[in-house]
């Protein structure tokens, strides 16, 4: 996207929405946007790069950003958005996680996954777009840390959104930055976001990780303990070891995995382990017994999953 600044200001009311769909797809993503009032919306944008970074500054009336699976395409580089609110709070879903990010905090978001971010009070945000071998070459699997909330107000945190923010603001000023001084000050940018994301999981190992492990492990055992059970679902399992569904989902997220993608998987391992014994009923029963709508379902997913559909596999069982 071009450098500079784009504003709604001298828009006509009926263009508005439109005009800044646009704007938002082409210095961040695709997204589909939902305003509060979309004939008074007012929104302005400053974008400016910084070596293979983009920094921005987003000050706009409340409203909805949604990235759905229509909108990520194969073969598209994976981008991060490093989002810093200075006006009010921002809630942000994604993976299973629902956080709340307080101005003073911060927040990683994935691209390449589906997403909601909104805000509901006029916001002024400091976003960082960075692609994905960029951050990874100095933090081992950046997806980890997507969907939770940073402190940015401490320590090396408040080294990197201070930093963050001064650049962005000279580079959104119209001042010229040469590129070899962008590089380095891009590069010294995401190596202060690598240390503060490191320092803060270091902070939540421990005592911290091993109960969190443990409420997992008790959530796989609920969820193999009732693969037949019509009711087995997110909520059943997270009522059966007494913690929120919100809680389970981030769980999951950890290990990237969904509780459903969970209970669909195991599900169909027990029908496979059933498959290869002797007699083991009609393919609607098995279909039925683990929870799937019909046979055509079961056998989709169970090709999806394993290569052959249930009969060819109970075939090749067969002597």
């Known amino acids: 996207m071009t450098n500079g600044t784009h504003s709604t200001e001298l828009l006509p009311a009926s263009a508005r929405a439109d005009h800044w769909n646009a704007v938002i797809a082409q210095a961040y993503f695709p997204l589909d946007l939902t305003f509060r009032d979309a004939a008074r919306f007012e929104g302005r944008l400053d974008v400016g790069t910084l070596g293979g970074l983009s920094l921005s500054r987003l000050q706009t009336e409340p409203v909805q950003y949604e990235r759905h699976r229509r909108h990520i395409s194969r073969g598209t580089e994976e981008q991060y958005l490093i989002t810093i609110p200075r006006q009010s709070p921002v809630d942000f879903s994604q993976s299973g996680r629902e956080v709340r990010c307080d101005p003073g905090g911060f927040i990683l978001e994935r691209g390449d996954e589906p997403y909601r971010f909104s805000y509901g009070a006029a916001n002024d945000l400091c976003v960082i777009k960075v692609a994905k071998p960029i951050l990874a070459e100095k933090l081992r699997n950046p997806d980890r840390f997507c969907a939770i909330v940073f402190n940015g107000r401490e320590g090396i945190g408040s080294l990197f ?30 190596e202060l976001l690598a240390l503060t994301l490191d320092r803060s999981s270091d902070v939540e190992s421990g005592a911290a990780s091993s109960v969190r492990e443990g409420h997992r492990r008790r959530a796989q055992s609920v969820i193999l303990s009732n693969l037949s059970h019509p009711d087995l679902s997110p909520e059943f399992v997270a009522e059966r070891i007494g913690i929120s569904k919100r809680y389970l989902h981030e769980l999951f997220a950890e290990v990237n995995c969904t509780v459903s993608q969970s209970i669909r998987e195991q599900r169909l391992h027990a029908a496979r382990d059933l498959l290869q014994m002797a007699n083991p009923g009609p393919l609607s029963d098995i279909a039925y017994r683990f929870g799937f709508a019909d046979q055509a379902q079961f056998s989709r997913l169970f090709r999806a999953m394993f290569g052959q559909t249930p009969s060819s596999y109970r075939a090749s069982r067969t002597p």
């Open 161 to 190: 959104t201070s930093l963050a923010q001064q650049i962005q603001q000279q580079t959104t000023a119209g001042s010229t930055v040469d590129p070899v001084a962008g590089t380095v000050l891009g590069r010294h940018l995401v």
